[in-house]
């Protein structure tokens, strides 16, 4: 009796096609990115490989006196799955930045880049400047960024904090 269970089992898998298969309809799912410090998330763009990308203000330290934010950016998959992490302009340092809104720089209706915009924010919080990264769809800065207007800029009023967010561009 046994050797009938196992060919009929052997049986039924050599019949299996592939070919009669269909792609399941997405659903939804819950994914959690952390680094071990607070993040507070300030946006999120469908890329055009369907995957996702998500803005985040992370700070650098548990010390909440301390202004030590670095801009955090996460590729993920059309099923939220991390891709890549990357912190702009880079994980060391001593200045803060924050991003405050992300675009999709797109040829063609592919993506070849993106843009962030926020602010760096220096030791006297007055004194806070416009930021702007342009990244490439891997997540490394384009060269000749980030681009920063402070505060004390000529073209700038002396002591305003200047804050900004990407917007979709088109031609």
């Known amino acids: 009796m046994k050797k009938l269970f196992t060919a009929l089992f052997l049986l039924f898998l050599i019949s299996c096609k592939e070919n009669g298969v269909k792609i399941a309809k997405p659903s939804t799912f819950s994914r959690y990115f952390s680094g071990g410090f607070p993040d507070i998330a300030q946006g999120i763009i469908e890329t ?8 985040v203000n992370s700070k650098s330290t548990q010390d909440p006196t301390l202004l030590d934010y670095k801009i955090k950016l996460i590729k993920t998959d059309a099923y939220g799955n991390q891709v890549w992490q990357k912190f702009f302009p880079d994980a060391t340092g001593t200045a803060n930045y924050k991003g405050y809104g992300l675009t999709a720089i797109k040829t063609d209706g592919v993506d070849t880049g ?3 915009v926020g602010e760096e924010i220096n030791s006297d919080p007055t004194q806070a400047g416009l930021l702007m ?27 305003v904090r200047v804050q900004g967010a990407a917007v979709l561009y088109s031609k």
């Open 133 to 159: 990264i342009q990244i490439n769809p891997a997540g490394t800065p384009v060269p000749g960024t980030p681009v920063t207007k402070t505060s004390t800029s000529p073209d700038m009023k002396v002591g």
């Open 48 to 55: 055009s490989d369907k995957g996702f990308l998500i803005l």
């Open 114 to 116: 993106y843009l962030i």
